[in-house]
């Protein structure tokens, strides 16, 4: 068991109305932070989140990145204490 | 293809219609690249080195074969020109009506060459061209032009669209934008300089003619399945509450602002650094461009509720800033209120004038104040009063601007052309080098995010057309590790990897290939860069071209086509003197450590030159004069351009 | 009855006889200015559908954002803009009882009234008889009037601000501009969640106080 810290951005924080919250996993994988954030906010997060067609995180017009600055993928390990921060991808203007 | 090409010499008043022949579309697709032709077929014939403010310089606006056909993908109009500022290639693209509205009139592409002898606007209406007196538009900024030209044109046969330059062109100010419908900017390289240097205010459209398209039900369904697309991405709709300024909180986190003249890079106000401001002064439903399925861009309105400070501007409504205005009002000038970035936008928006090149100048001024480099003799001489430069402080940003605008003092004057060009002015007035104050890329173009982490960001500061961009090669993959791109591009995952200069230099390359496809079809290039659903331009996008034009090609055909555009621009200012030496950045960028943020310790020097040598060699063109060679050129099917580059000797050897 | 392209899109158009009772539409065509983004999708939609050679032309829609409302005889603001489309009065419409020569026909499958452009004079009478300014006059002469596409108009489904953007979690109430339901949708945005109770009804009462924010 480990506990996973999730900070949400802009659209993440619109849907789950809180700027962080912790997350204990059985397995410290990000499908396991996946499945449990998608799983607590319903088909909304799961649209944002996730993209159907490749059963992997959604990657267009969003940025997930850890705690170093890498860009997190469903298959990555993840170690006790680490933050993972949910953007959106936008440059520009 | 059905399209024509106005040419207005404005010394004689002669104005002639000419059929643009469907052989143009196949080698250069449409928008930007006819423009760009337009443009080289001009400077054939002109000295390519007249002053650009001259009556030599062209001035051309064009729309691609997409815009206003009800594809969905929203509308760019392109103006393509000599830049006054940069003394290099110029061109800039800006939404709205009137890109569509033109075509109503009966024309895709509008050349306009030499100069009126006094103020004039250019009025189009169903096939018909007149010139008309400016007088009376004459010092008005944007939005009042834009008014009375609408109360004096009427509502027949349409409502009018306009182009128009503000007091900014009228000074013949180097980074003067031109603004359609008074609230859309072109705002890169000096358009509006150009125009001013014309005596042409503006430009003004009614149409009630239409587009033909070659197979509308193919284009309808191809709408269709787009926007069911675009709805399928939840990511969307986030970008259609907030537009680009969704970015700001991101950009917050990973330290790619540029705060102060970029020496740091992150927001400091409170309120700037979220874009909760959203709630509170955007009150409107959002609005779009035209043609759009997507509809990012909104209003606010400011109440004097806000804050302390939004009690200044009660009542003024605009629309809400993107992320390049807060980047250089709450980044560059360090503005921490909202109501001040908001109010930042429009007035730039209002007088005309490129906000980057303009945050850019003042925050070097406020540097040197804050290194107590300015005594108060220097002030003196460059302001003619004792100037405060205090960061965040609107009335010394304001005071600043008008004199830019107006040309009124010794800065205004030096800094008339970007922060480049007014460093370089003041270092020659004193004797002294301040040079590495100076925040700037290719052509002396400056650009309000940081870079240092980034490298092909970096590259594309360097190497970009028009000056140093991001909007010429967008570099996406890199900036949200892009893994899935990446791979897709390259079957490598390394252009998405920050910490390695490999396929950086490539990334570059394709995309503008890609992006030189976009701007050619004559889109938004938002809707490629969300991509809900693999909108590749060379496949996807390509599709819907051929079902407007009928011109079907493959997308390795297309991709080619991309690269023939990109390698014209390269052409053009090979001609004007540019080599590799000229594909580079400033030297805060280039040598000061990257000093915050999530990847701290970067220095463009890292990789700079590793990338360049890969972007050369995807391109094609030799490394070591950066020209490019005649086979490639052949290879793309531009012998005559090849010709005219080896008899200027701009052609590498080999 | 020959055959305009007009009356081609819809099916099996039938005249009712003079008196008879004809049934009021029941599916309702509506616009929220407020919501309207201003993309003039919906014209280019409806010009596209309705053009017989595939001629993109917003002066040929049935619907028009107009970029100069007024207020009595006052232009606005010089960048408002509103959404005009056919409300579908009661059957017989204003337009259609102000008409010399009994141009109009009702279409069976959704009763609304359009115009058959061979028995037009085009006299321009329904014009001003239309309580809501929305029979336009094409650049040729041609008298339009929304005929509904036989039930499933084209705009609404072009609509950049449409239904299906409200989303699975409803997070943000997102109201289509345009919609050709009852009035009980209508009603529901206007009486809807807060959030989008905010942006309802703006337009309007902007217009009423003659400012209208500036963009466009």
Known sequence: MITINAQYQSRFREITGVEKEF?????????????????????????????????????????????????????????????????????GG | MESRLLRVDLTTGECSVEVVPHAM???????????????WEHFLTHDINCDPRGPDNIFVFGVGPLAGTGSGSGIKGRITFKSPCYGIFGDSAAGGKFPYMVRFAGFDYIAITGKAPRPVYLYLCDGEVEIRDAAHLWGKNTAEAHGALRQELGDYPSAAHTLTIGQAGEHQVGIAAVVSDASRIHARGGGGCVLGSKNLKAIAVQGSGGIRVDNPRGLLAWSRDFRQKIDQNEAIYGFKRRGTLGAVEMYQHIGSHFWRNNQGNMF????????????????????????????????????????????????????????????????????????????????????????Q???????????????????????????????????????????????????????????????????????????????????????????????????????????????????????????????????????????????????KGACTAVVE??????????????????????????????????????????????????????????????????????????????????????????????????VLDEYYDWRGWDRKTGLQTASRLASLGLQDVAEVLAAEGALAPG | MSHTPQIEMVTGAIWYAAGSEIPDVEQKLYALSNQCTDCNICEVACSLVHSPDGMVNPLLARLHVDHS?????????????????????????????????????????????????????????????????????????????????????????????????????????????????????????LQGKPEARDEVGMMQAMLKAGTVSSAA
């Open chain 3, 69 to 189: 409302p007024q207020v009595g005889r006052k232009i606005v603001h010089p960048f408002a803009f509103v959404a005009d489309i056919c409300h579908h009065c009661g059957n017989p419409p204003p337009c259609a009882e102000v008409c010399p020569v009994d141009a109009f026909y009702y279409d069976p499958a959704t009763n609304v009234a359009i115009i058959a452009q061979d028995k037009c004079i085009q006299c321009m009478e329904c014009v001003p008889g239309c309580p809501f300014d929305v029979v336009f006059v094409a650049p040729d002469g041609e008298l339009l009037k929304c005929d509904l596409c036989g039930g499933e108009p084209a705009c609404v489904e072009a609509c950049a601000t449409r239904p299906e953007m409200s989303n699975a979690g409803k997070q943000y109430v997102r109201a289509p501009v345009l919609f050709h339901t009852d009035t009980a949708g209508y009603r529901e945005v």
């Open chain 2, 25 to 39: 579309f196949e080698r250069w697709i449409g928008g930007s690249g006819i423009n760009n032709w337009i443009m």
């Open chain 2, 268 to 355: 400091r106000g409170e309120e700037v650094r979220s874009d909760n401001w959203v709630k509170k002064y955007h009150k409107y439903s959002e609005v779009c461009s035209a043609d759009c399925y997507i509809a990012c861009d909104g209003r606010y309105k400011i109440d004097g509720t806000e804050s302390e400070k939004a009690k200044k501007y009660v009542g003024e409504t605009f629309r809400r800033p993107e992320y390049l205005t807060t980047g250089s009002a709450a980044g560059a000038l360090d503005l921490r209120d909202w109501a001040e970035v908001a109010h930042w936008g429009k007035v730039t928006n209002d007088y005309a004038i490129d906000n």
């Open chain 2, 513 to 610: 290939n890609q992006v030189a496809l976009l701007n050619s079809y004559g889109v938004c290039l938002f809707h490629w860069m969300l991509d809900p659903g693999g909108f590749t331009p060379e496949e996807y996008y390509g599709r819907a071209f051929a079902e407007i034009t009928g011109i079907d090609r493959t997308p390795e055909e297309l991709m080619r086509d991309g690269e023939r555009i990109c390698n014209l621009e390269k052409a053009f200012n090979s001609r004007l003197g540019l080599r590799r030496e000229h594909d580079t950045v400033c030297e805060r960028w280039m040598h000061e450590p990257c000093p915050e943020g999530m990847y701290p310790g970067k220095v463009a020097s890292d990789m700079f030159e590793t």
């Open chain 1, 23 to 91: 997350f204990h996993l059985e397995q410290g994988t990000v499908a396991a932070l996946a499945a449990q954030i998608t799983g607590k906010y319903g088909p909304l997060m799961t649209a944002l989140l996730m993209d159907e067609d490749s059963k992997s995180l959604n990657s267009r017009g969003t940025l997930y990145l850890n705690s170093k600055g890498q860009r997190v993928y469903l298959e990555d390990d993840l170690n006790e204490g680490e933050t993972v921060f949910f953007m959106v991808g936008i440059a």
């Open chain 2, 357 to 503: 090149d303009l945050s850019c100048s003042i925050s070097f001024m406020m540097e040197l104040e804050q290194r107590g480099l300015l005594s108060a003799r220097d002030k003196g001489e460059l302001f003619g009063r004792d100037q405060s430069l205090e960061w965040g402080n609107m009335e010394d940003v304001e005071a600043l601007m008008h004199n830019i605008v107006h040309r009124e003092n010794r800065f205004g004057d030096f800094f008339n052309d970007g922060p480049y060009w007014g460093a370089l002015r003041y270092s020659e007035f004193k004797g002294e080098n301040f040079m590495k104050y100076a925040i700037y890329g290719k052509g002396g173009a400056s650009f309000t995010e940081e870079m240092r982490p980034f490298p092909t960001w970096m590259n594309n500061m360097a190497v970009a057309s028009r000056g140093a961009d991001h909007l010429k090669g967008i570099g996406l993959v890199e900036k949200f590790q892009r893994r899935d791109l990446s791979m897709k591009y390259f079957g490598r995952p390394e252009a998405a990897d920050l910490t390695t200069p490999l396929l």
